[in-house]
């Protein structure tokens, strides 16, 4: 089930807000579940700039690669390192410990952009991408 204090992208990506308008970034249960036993993910460094919809790094499993795309714009102030050496850990603990990014954003008002988990649940019964 998808945490409903979240907010989802189209692109199977979740959001945490935090104070002083951070937010924690990773992947979707759906993504994951998707992608099979993920290997290897590449993200950006600290200090790096990310655009809302724009590539932000890329995940690799058994199955396939594929790209990661940012659902906020900002500043990437951590990165998690723990996927380096463990990367399944997008797949144990998609919303916890498999955490991606934590970013300063840009603009807040892209978080309106972005779906409730009552509306990715919705959108995920009608869209199989």
Not at 83 to 109: A, R, T, Y
Not at 113 to 127: A, G, K, N, P, V
């Amino acid at each position: 089930m998808n945490p409903p204090d979240l907010l989802y992208s189209k692109e199977h990506e979740w959001v945490r807000t935090g104070p002083n308008g951070t937010v924690t970034v990773g992947v979707t249960k759906f993504a994951q579940d998707r992608l099979g036993d993920v290997v290897f993910v590449e993200l950006p460094g600290i200090g790096s700039n990310v655009v809302q919809f724009g590539k932000m790094g890329e995940i690799e499993s058994v199955k396939a690669a594929s790209d990661l795309f940012s659902p906020v714009s900002g500043e990437v102030l951590e990165s998690n390192e723990a996927l380096i050496d463990s990367p399944e850990l997008v797949n144990d603990s998609p919303f916890d410990k498999g955490w991606m990014l934590k970013i300063q954003l840009n603009n807040p008002l892209e978080l309106d952009r972005l779906l409730s988990q009552t509306d990715y649940d919705s959108f995920l019964e009608t869209d199989s991408s």
